[in-house]
């Protein structure tokens, strides 16, 4: 869900196209991120890529560093100025 958050800020606020085709990795190669951005969204597919593809739990712990990362998401959105 925080990722699906953090691509819908991005699309707000950077306001750009992203196809539901896309993947979430290619969506950061080509987003307009900072450096703290793009490393809070990469976190972030990271923690989704081993939890429902590798089939990986997430407990309390996970979710905490995944809120924390898009929190920081968020937060480089804003400082960047964009909507």
Do not use: W, Y
Request: net charge positive.
């Amino acid at each position: 869900m925080l990722l699906l958050r953090g691509l819908a800020e991005m699309r707000k606020r950077l306001a750009i196209d992203m196809r539901n085709s896309l993947t979430s990795r290619k969506i950061m190669s080509h987003a307009p991120l900072s450096a703290q951005g793009r490393g809070a969204l990469g976190a972030i597919i990271q923690m989704v890529e081993r939890t429902h593809f590798g089939a990986a739990g997430a407990g309390g712990a996970e979710h905490t560093l995944c809120r924390g990362r898009f929190e920081t998401l968020k937060d480089s959105l804003v400082a960047s100025g964009a909507k």
